[in-house]
């Protein structure tokens, strides 16, 4: 393990958890990002400032540590952009075939204890083992 780093995930871990239970708290909202990003490009009245203001604080959130230590970045992907760009689009297929993402069902959906947020989370974590698993060992890391 290259990029082992056990604090800065654990504090993560922990602002994503306090984020999500704050915006629970406080607006009864859940903070899946599927979810929320779908409800900006089909907006409804009266709810597309809140899901605007959380996506944009993951992207001022991003910039600033892109912009504060670089260093974090430095980690490549050793994948084509076609393949990236693959991944994106299956991702967001298995979003909407799933009703939500991992930080939906596996975040909040697990927090509030709900048999289908466990059955697709274990579904999320089975498909990106053996996809990793595949890729990297079956097909030599080519792709």
Same mark, same amino acid.
């Given at each position: 393990m290259e990029?082992?780093?056990p604090i800065a995930s654990l504090i993560g871990g922990m602002l994503i958890g306090l984020s999500a239970s704050l *915006? /629970? /708290?406080f607006d009864g909202k859940i903070a899946g990002i599927s979810g929320i990003v779908a409800g900006m490009l089909s907006?409804?009245?009266n709810d597309t400032g809140w899901r605007v203001v959380f996506v944009g604080g993951l992207l001022t959130g991003g910039f600033l540590l892109k912009l504060f230590a670089p260093q974090?970045? +430095?980690?490549?992907i050793p994948r084509s952009a076609a393949a990236l760009? *693959? +991944?994106? /689009?299956l991702v967001g297929f298995g979003t909407r075939l799933g009703n939500g993402c991992t930080s939906g069902h596996g975040v909040c959906g697990l927090s509030r204890g709900s048999k289908r947020s /466990?059955? +697709?989370t274990a579904a999320f974590m089975a498909t990106g083992v053996a996809?990793?698993?595949v890729i990297n060992h079956l097909l030599g890391? +080519? *792709?």
């Open positions: 990029h082992f780093t *915006l /629970l /708290l907006p409804q009245k974090t970045f +430095a980690i490549g760009i *693959l +991944a994106g /689009l /466990l059955i +697709a996809t990793v698993y890391g +080519a *792709l």
